[in-house]
């Protein structure tokens, strides 16, 4: 069902874990299977991603699809990380996940979607303070 590649990420993925100083996070889940995501992001003052990571709770294809976009999201901007689809992910995987777990992948670009989101509200928050105290 899964390639040996997804199985060996699968056991020992590069991006899991939670992320000190995140300034962006998302949440994601699936209700029908109960997979549950939250996905950290961390973006420099250009707007550029220098690191992810994620913590899930789910199966196989929950766990390599996050670790997956999270390697995606090092070194792109915010505007390219929205840009990453279900597609993209699943074509990252190179077939090693089953057409019919591609609700990983969905689960994946909305905690992206998510966690860009969060850190736009949050600089938003932090330009509003700063405006305040001039």
């Known amino acids: 069902m899964y390639s040996n590649e997804v199985l060996e990420r699968f056991k020992s993925p590069k991006y899991a874990g939670g992320l000190r100083g ?5 949440k994601a889940g699936n209700k029908e299977c109960g997979d549950l995501v939250k ?5 420099n003052e250009e707007g550029i991603i220098t690191s992810a990571k994620f913590k899930a709770y789910g199966g196989v ?5 996050c670790d997956e976009a999270c390697e995606m999201l090092i070194d792109m901007t915010l505007e390219e990380a929205l840009s990453i689809t279900v597609n993209d992910i699943m074509e990252h995987l190179e077939d090693g996940v089953p057409d019919s777990k591609s609700y990983s992948a969905v689960i994946a670009e909305e905690a992206i979607t998510n966690a860009v989101e969060d850190y736009y509200k949050k600089k938003e928050k932090e330009e509003k303070k ?3 105290l001039i």
Do not use: E, F, P
């Open 22 to 26: 995140a300034n962006g996070t998302g």
């Open 61 to 65: 294809s929950t766990i390599v699809a």
């Open 39 to 43: 996905l950290y992001i961390l973006v």
């Open 130 to 132: 700063q405006s305040n």
